[in-house]
């Protein structure tokens, strides 16, 4: 199966992500994830990356697109994959067009996953995150067992600096003007298929799962 999830910041992919992947055996491929995890690192990427992620730009479309396709060609993909916050632009979405075609392989399922967004300020703005192991909580929907503290590993959870209400807003923006477009770009290959991610965490699961079980195969 090869699923891309669309939606706004905020939106639940990553958290929708990680159910899909384990239900489902597919790798979770996060560029957001991928940048951070340079950041931490202090790679030249992750150096290049920084300033994007701290002002909630997009990373260029070429540093991202070769990532990608590095990231899309070692073996755990073979059987499928599950892509989160990739991709963002037409740009991309067609880069990885021409880069699937190159494999004779296609997206069977685009899941837009739907909030106002009025709901979104609220979970970007709770969100916490672990710096290290990646577990991801949210002060009021889905809080850590111990205040503050990462149930998978105990370590202090933190806010992401991209999570404060400005940077939020500018991440929006970025979001309506050149994301929003896939919206356009993959219902015209008739894969995209709306999710309503309203609910619980648990029952927007459901949604996905009731899409899906028309693709898995
Ligand atoms: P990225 O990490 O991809 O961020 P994003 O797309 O902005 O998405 P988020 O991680 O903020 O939100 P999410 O939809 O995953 O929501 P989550 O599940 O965490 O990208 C970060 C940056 O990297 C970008 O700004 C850009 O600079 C760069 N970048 C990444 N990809 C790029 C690309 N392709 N090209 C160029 N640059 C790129 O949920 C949010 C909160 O809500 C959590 O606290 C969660 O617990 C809670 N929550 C989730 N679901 C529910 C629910 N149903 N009910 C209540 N609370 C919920």
Do not use: W
């Not at 396709?69 to 880069?95: E, S």
């Not at 050149?178 to 459901?206: A, C, D, H, M, R």
């Amino acid at each position: 199966m090869k699923i891309i999830l669309l939606g706004p910041p905020g939106a639940g992919k990553g958290t929708q992500a990680k159910f899909i992947s384990e239900k489902y055996f597919i790798p979770h491929i996060s560029t957001g994830d991928i940048f951070r995890k340079n950041i931490s690192e202090k790679t030249p990427l992750g150096i290049e990356a920084k300033k994007y992620l701290d002002e909630g730009k997009l990373v260029p479309d070429e540093v991202t697109i070769n990532i990608m396709k590095n990231r899309l060609g070692m073996d755990d993909c073979k059987n499928g994959f599950l892509l989160d916050g990739f991709p963002r632009t037409v740009t991309q979405a067609k880069a990885l067009d021409l880069f699937l075609n190159g494999i004779d392989q296609q997206i069977d399922k685009v899941l837009l996953i739907d909030v106002p967004k009025g709901l979104i300020f609220d979970r970007m703005t709770g969100r916490r995150v672990c710096p290290s192991c990646g577990a991801s909580y949210h002060i009021k929907f889905n809080p850590p067992k111990i205040e503050g503290k990462c149930d998978v590993c105990n370590s202090d959870i933190v806010q992401r600096k991209d999570d404060t209400q400005s940077t939020v807003k500018d991440r929006l923006d970025v979001y309506d003007k050149q994301t929003e477009p896939l919206i356009g770009y993959y219902k015209s290959q008739g894969v995209l298929s709306i999710v309503n991610g309203t609910g619980e965490i648990n029952e927007v699961f459901q949604n996905v799962k009731n899409i899906l079980k028309d693709i898995h195969r």
